[in-house]
């Protein structure tokens, strides 16, 4: 399963974004590509909880939600 999200991450960001999600979510496989206009982050897993991802982003004043 992959689960894309749109965000508002920035390149000063993304390192401190990417450990706290691989500490949280070991199984997932996590990128981003900030040279899209939406700043995409990609999860693929086998069961993704886009709460979670959503709650983890967030905490770190990082809007994010399901790319439609």
Same mark, same amino acid.
Request: aromatic content about 10%.
């Given at each position: 399963? +992959?689960? +894309?999200f %749109?965000? /508002?991450?920035? %390149? !000063? %960001?993304?390192? $401190?974004? #990417?450990?706290?999600?691989? &500490?949280?979510?070991? $199984?997932?496989? =996590? @990128?981003? *590509? #900030?040279? /899209?206009?939406? !700043?995409?982050?990609? =999860? &693929?897993? *086998?069961?993704?909880? @886009?709460? %979670?991802?959503?709650? #983890?982003?967030?905490?770190? @004043?990082?809007?994010c *939600? +399901? #790319?439609?």
């Amino acid at each position: 399963m +992959v689960e +894309v999200f %749109k965000t /508002d991450a920035t %390149k !000063h %960001k993304e390192a $401190m974004l #990417l450990t706290a999600l691989y &500490e949280a979510f070991p $199984m997932y496989r =996590i @990128n981003f *590509d #900030l040279e /899209d206009c939406d !700043h995409i982050l990609r =999860i &693929e897993g *086998d069961s993704i909880c @886009n709460e %979670k991802v959503i709650g #983890l982003m967030s905490a770190y @004043n990082c809007f994010c *939600d +399901v #790319l439609e």
